[in-house]
T-cell receptor
Framework: DTEVTQTPKHLVMGMTNKKSLKCEQH?????MYWYKQKAKKPPELMFV???????INESVPSRFSPECPNSSLLNLHLHALQPEDSALYLC????????????FGPGTRLTVT | DAKTTQPNSMESNEEEPVHLPCNHS???????IHWYRQLPSQGPEYVIH???SNVNNRMASLAIAEDRKSSTLILHRATLRDAAVYYC??????????FGTGTRLTIIP
């Protein structure tokens, strides 16, 4: 199984809502990632978890709150987002080894109204 | 982060080989060269990676220049399903991937 699943596929939320994005993998990978991709732009790294600990935070605003409850699951909690946060949110996983390839999910398309 | 330079777009005929170039003149000795592609409406997909030697897998080949300042991704026989944005990324041995703008490959039937 080389699949990374993400739910929901689409999400529309108001600026005062709280919502969560979910990511799951069963490849035994101990590194998991959140990326943000705006339309016609490349993905941008947001967070990296290694062995369930946050190892990289690319200066992401606190309205985005990641969580890694176990080695298979990664969540991104969203609160008080702005319309400019509308984007495709991608999850990925890999072995936490030098040069390892990352496996990406299909993404959650988020629209903030 | 070491930077890569790729052409914005390329076209190729179906069933012909495709050579996608990437320049990375500031590469350091420990940087891996990764290639990913992103098909329309999908997440990025790993294609291939290497350090110094040329690499082959079922999807593609990676040719790395002797001085490592450039590399070429080779798709041996392009199909319409290979139409995508191809990203060349330098990974300096940690978990961080920094995507550049990539090359948009169009396959002509």
């Amino acid at each position: 199984d080389t699949e990374v699943t993400q739910t929901p596929k689409h999400l529309v939320m108001g600026m005062t809502n709280k919502k969560s994005l979910k990511c799951e993998q069963h490849m035994g990978h101990r590194a998991m990632y959140w990326y943000k991709q705006k339309a016609k732009k490349p993905p941008e790294l947001m967070f990296v978890y290694s062995y369930e600990k946050l190892s990289i935070n690319e200066s992401v605003p606190s309205r985005f709150s990641p969580e890694c409850p176990n080695s298979s699951l990664l969540n991104l909690h969203l609160h008080a987002l702005q319309p400019e946060d509308s984007a495709l949110y991608l999850c990925a996983s890999s072995h936490p080894l030098q040069g390892s390839e990352q496996y990406f999910g299909p993404g959650t398309r988020l629209t903030v109204t | 982060d070491a930077k890569t330079t790729q052409p914005n777009s390329m076209e190729s005929n179906e069933e012909e080989p495709v050579h996608l170039p990437c320049n990375h003149s500031t590469i350091s000795g420990t940087d891996y060269i990764h290639w990913y592609r992103q098909l329309p409406s999908q997440g990025p997909e790993y294609v291939i990676h290497g350090l110094t030697s040329n690499v082959n897998n079922r999807m593609a080949s990676l040719a790395i220049a002797e001085d490592r300042k450039s590399s070429t991704l080779i798709l041996h026989r392009a199909t319409l399903r290979d139409a995508a944005v191809y990203y060349c990324i330098l990974n300096f041995g940690n978990e961080k991937l920094t995507f550049g703008t990539g090359t948009r490959l169009t396959i002509i039937p």
